[in-house]
């Protein structure tokens, strides 16, 4: 597998690059992020996307832009802290991944002991840039744990884009994906185009394309048959919040993927880092769920594919139930049934190392 080092987020002091990935697979374009509206605005309309890069993305923001802040004390930082906070958390409501790298951000800034403005500005810079090479190595963590449900010849269904776009780096799903084969297993992939915004076909199938593993792409609707006729090993998909019970929420069509999975006796495993872990919501009911304009259903590339006007309904996100998944496969092993349990558990011996005490 050769090493595709795809940097979607990186950190250039003055400003963020990110790549655009609106305009993927046709064109690789830069966005040079110059301040908190940028970067709110890339996450809008999804130039950057997938749960853990957002939650990169709104803290290297936060670190960038109060930089700029003309601030005699910590104390006067603070205010301006909240704001860019509250405008970056309003972005997209249901990866709780957001809330979680910002409330690391704004715990650094309330409990950094500092009185010099300079010291506590570098310090969140530092912190921005630590949750992102964190991420990349929990990410590698989660592959490693993930791989051994990986039989060694495997076909494996995903939906949605989880690889180094949708992350720090190396990606959730695909980072399971892609250390079953350096493991020298024989994966085959089937990627789901994800509709409306097809990230499986533009995003997922560009990835395994420069890394070299061999994959086929469907239509969504097509998952079903391919089961039936062609038979799968497991599904790995990512989540945007997963909810005390085990509950998880990912891209609209994983609950219909998990549905199918279950009439196929195909394994179901979400792979998901531990800030992706939402304990204070207890079950997938109460998530929030994300509803985008209909112009994403009513069009494909700018071109009208329905009558003007028509309803629409555009959730970006559903909900699959815990009885559904196998395994949560995170950076501290794979959790399995009970979810209530276990969760708790892995949250209460590992999940705070990384989170903190709440
Ligand atoms: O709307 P998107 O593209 O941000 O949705 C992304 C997903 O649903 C991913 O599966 C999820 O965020 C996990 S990414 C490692």
Same mark, same amino acid.
């Given at each position: 597998?050769?090493?595709?080092?795809?940097?979607?987020?990186?950190? /250039?002091?003055?400003?963020?690059?990110?790549?655009?990935?609106?305009k993927?697979?046709v064109?690789?374009?830069?966005?040079?992020?110059? #301040?908190?509206?940028?970067?709110?605005?890339?996450?809008?309309?999804?130039?950057?996307?997938?749960?853990?890069a957002?939650?990169?993305?709104?803290?290297?923001?936060?670190?960038?832009?109060?930089? @700029?802040?003309?601030?005699?004390?910590?104390?006067?930082?603070?205010?301006?802290?909240?704001?860019?906070?509250?405008?970056?958390?309003?972005?997209?409501?249901?990866?709780?991944?957001?809330?979680?790298?910002?409330?690391?951000?704004?715990?650094?800034?309330?409990?950094s002991?500092?009185?010099?403005?300079? &010291?506590?500005?570098?310090?969140?810079?530092?912190?921005?840039?630590?949750?992102?090479?964190?991420?990349?190595?929990?990410?590698?963590?989660?592959?490693?744990?993930?791989? &051994?449900?990986?039989?060694? /010849?495997?076909?494996?269904?995903?939906?949605? #884009?989880?690889?180094?776009?949708?992350?720090?780096?190396?990606?959730?799903a695909l980072?399971?994906?892609?250390?079953?084969?350096?493991?020298?297993?024989?994966?085959f992939?089937v990627?789901?185009?994800?509709?409306?915004?097809?990230?499986?076909?533009?995003?997922?199938?560009?990835?395994?394309? @420069?890394?070299?593993?061999?994959?086929?792409?469907?239509?969504?609707?097509?998952?079903?048959?391919?089961?039936?006729?062609?038979?799968?090993?497991?599904?790995?998909?990512?989540?945007?919040?997963?909810?005390?019970?085990?509950?998880?929420?990912?891209?609209?069509?994983?609950?219909?993927?998990?549905?199918?999975?279950?009439?196929?006796?195909?394994?179901?495993?979400?792979?998901?880092?531990?800030?992706?872990?939402?304990?204070?919501?207890?079950?997938?009911?109460?998530?929030?769920?994300? /509803?985008?304009?209909?112009?994403?259903?009513?069009?494909?590339?700018? @071109?009208?594919?329905?009558?003007?006007?028509?309803?629409?309904?555009?959730?970006?996100?559903?909900?699959?139930?815990?009885?559904?998944?196998?395994?949560?496969?995170?950076?501290?092993?794979?959790?399995?049934?009970?979810?209530?349990?276990?969760?708790?558990?892995?949250?209460?011996?590992?999940?705070?190392e990384?989170?903190?005490?709440?």
């Open positions: 597998m050769q090493d595709s080092s795809i940097k979607a987020i990186t950190w /250039e002091g003055d400003h963020i690059r990110i790549l655009d990935q609106t993927l697979p064109q690789e374009v830069y966005l040079e992020c110059r #301040n908190i509206e940028d970067v709110a605005c890339a996450i809008e309309r999804l130039s950057v996307r997938g749960a853990p957002i939650g990169v993305a709104a803290a290297m923001a936060l670190a960038m832009e109060c930089q @700029k802040v003309n601030a005699g004390t910590p104390e006067e930082l603070m205010p301006h802290l909240e704001q860019m906070s509250i405008r970056l958390m309003n972005t997209r409501p249901t990866a709780v991944n957001l809330k979680w790298a910002l409330k690391k951000m704004m715990d650094k800034a309330l409990n002991r500092t009185s010099d403005v300079e &010291a506590l500005k570098d310090a969140l810079k530092q912190e921005a840039i630590r949750i992102y090479h964190d991420d990349i190595k929990i990410n590698m963590a989660i592959g490693g744990h993930g791989q &051994a449900a990986v039989p060694q /010849e495997a076909t494996v269904i995903t939906i949605c #884009n989880t690889g180094s776009l949708a992350t720090g780096g190396y990606g959730t980072g399971v994906i892609r250390t079953a084969v350096k493991n020298g297993k024989s994966v992939v990627s789901s185009e994800t509709r409306p915004l097809m990230q499986g076909s533009r995003l997922t199938a560009w990835e395994l394309q @420069k890394d070299g593993i061999p994959f086929v792409l469907i239509a969504d609707s097509m998952a079903g048959y391919y089961m039936k006729k062609k038979g799968a090993d497991l599904v790995i998909t990512g989540a945007d919040r997963i909810a005390a019970n085990g509950d998880s929420a990912n891209k609209i069509g994983t609950y219909s993927l998990s549905v199918l999975a279950k009439e196929h006796n195909i394994p179901f495993y979400v792979a998901a880092p531990f800030s992706t872990i939402d304990m204070s919501v207890k079950s997938g009911e109460d998530i929030p769920i994300e /509803e985008r304009p209909s112009e994403e259903i009513t069009s494909i590339a700018g @071109k009208p594919v329905a009558p003007e006007s028509v309803n629409v309904w555009n959730p970006a996100f559903d909900v699959v139930p815990n009885s559904y998944i196998a395994g949560i496969i995170t950076e501290g092993g794979i959790i399995r049934q009970p979810f209530n349990e276990n969760i708790k558990k892995a949250f209460d011996e590992k999940g705070e990384i989170n903190g005490k709440s």
